[in-house]
């Protein structure tokens, strides 16, 4: 090629690139600034809404197989899973954002969540690409596109807003076939990722250990759906109805009944994990307040009390003496155990309410989470013995963990230690 006409094209090139940039920050900030939409991380301890949106329908079909509408498979699956939930959790409140064919806008599928104050959104599609021998599930969370795949499917459901009336005022002039426009989504950092990702993990887990499906893995992509909403979000694409084979198992009652089931199976293990890491120490009696809340030295003076709290025991030989020290103030090359109570994904200040009444509260980071323990015991059955007293006032879960020099340790290479 000529050097000049080299020259001309790189310049060209340039500008392209510097109109895109302008593109992206104008969308960036409208993004940022031009909605006035409460994004907080999920609150609360218990999961008590969940939405669940089955994607297009009315006049927009989404995906179309051979046999097969995307729209009428999905709300299918969508019916089946609010029910099972209603069935196994009465304690959930289920949201359809449709429960019929009916079209339904993507900002409204968001702002029914919002106004819902829902815990948890869960948007199902079918897939669909030219070629016909792609399958699997995949389940998307809301992020940066890594691959051009992942872009082409958050363009492929994105194209809804394109059927609706006054689409560029109510997205701010989105174009969902727009690549500029979906860096500039990317870049949105939603503060429920995290939690996102763990409940699409699950979902993953289910479709490919319970039902069999090839595993397309947890994914990122700029779905509009998934921006506006306000609390751990993902969207489910439970196959592809372009191939042949995973089309009539998706239009199967069979195939629904199964994709629906680990829909739920997964939104229950998510629920169950979230509850346990979140819950609320319980209200104690007067007579463990005092036993819990007393110090070391009190604690090692006083007699233990008996099985029923009401019920104080007399003597030395059922007192309990354990040789406590603070985190701080371990000793070097000792073996210390502690009452493992509660664990959180993010770390709550040990000045919290929730801890006002727990002896000597700490918090240990480990596997991605924040644990809390209770007491310093060089001794296990001392540890142990506390962790009874805890499990009778409400923490069924309490179990005493191991320390050698600050380090988590199994409670055998402990017992080995102490030897």
């Not at 699956?77 to 196994?88: D, E, P, R, W």
């Not at 819902?116 to 021998?133: E, G, L, M, Q, R």
């Not at 979902?203 to 700029?222: L, N």
Request: glycine share 6%; proline share 4%; net charge positive.
């Amino acid at each position: 090629m000529n050097f000049r006409l080299q020259i001309y094209f790189q310049k060209v090139n340039d500008r392209v690139t510097t109109v895109e940039r302008m593109l992206s920050l104008f969308v960036v900030l409208f993004l940022v600034f031009g909605f006035n939409s409460n994004v907080n991380a999920q609150k609360g301890s218990k999961i008590r809404t969940v939405v669940i949106d089955a994607g297009h329908g009315g006049r927009d079909p989404g995906a179309v197989g051979k046999k097969s509408k995307e729209k009428d498979i999905v709300l299918d699956v969508a019916l089946k899973t609010g029910s099972y939930i209603k069935q196994n959790l009465p304690d959930v409140k289920v949201i359809y954002t449709r429960s019929r064919d009916e079209f339904v806008e993507v900002h409204r599928r968001a702002t029914i969540a919002n106004e819902n104050n829902a815990d948890v959104f869960i948007s199902i599609h079918c897939n669909a690409v030219k070629d016909t021998k792609v399958y699997g599930a995949e389940t998307f969370v809301m992020g940066e596109h890594r691959t051009q795949a992942n872009l082409e499917v958050a363009k492929l459901e994105n194209a809804a807003i394109l059927l609706e009336d006054n689409n560029s005022e109510e997205y701010g002039g989105f174009d969902p076939n727009s690549t500029a426009a979906y860096i500039a989504l990317s870049l949105y950092q939603s503060q429920n990722k995290t939690q996102s990702i763990q409940l699409a993990q699950k979902v993953q887990e289910q479709f490919t250990k319970r039902v069999g499906r090839k595993d397309r893995s947890v994914q990122q992509a700029g779905f509009w759906v998934l921006y506006r909403t306000a609390m751990p979000s993902i969207l489910v694409e439970l196959g592809f109805i372009t191939n042949p084979a995973e089309e009539e198992f998706l239009m199967s009652e069979e195939g629904k009944v199964y994709m629906a089931s680990a829909i739920y199976r997964a939104f229950r293990e998510y629920k169950i994990q979230y509850e346990r890491e979140n819950a609320v120490p319980p209200k104690l009696t007067p007579e463990w307040e005092e036993v819990l809340t007393q110090k070391p030295q009190e604690i090692s003076q006083a007699s233990k009390p008996s099985s029923t709290p009401n019920q104080a025991t007399s003597g030395n030989n059922n007192s309990v003496k354990p040789t406590e020290s603070t985190a701080s103030q371990q000793i070097k090359n000792e073996v210390i155990y502690k009452v493992q109570f509660a664990t959180f994904p993010r770390e709550i200040p040990l000045n919290d309410s929730r801890f006002s009444k727990i002896t000597q509260p700490e918090v240990y980071f480990h596997d991605g989470l924040h644990k809390y323990t209770s007491g310093n015991f060089t001794s296990f059955n001392d540890a142990s013995a506390h962790q009874s007293r805890m499990r009778k006032n409400g923490y069924d879960d309490a179990f005493v963990v191991a320390f050698y020099n600050g380090q988590r340790i199994r409670i055998d290479e402990a017992a080995k230690l102490k030897k």
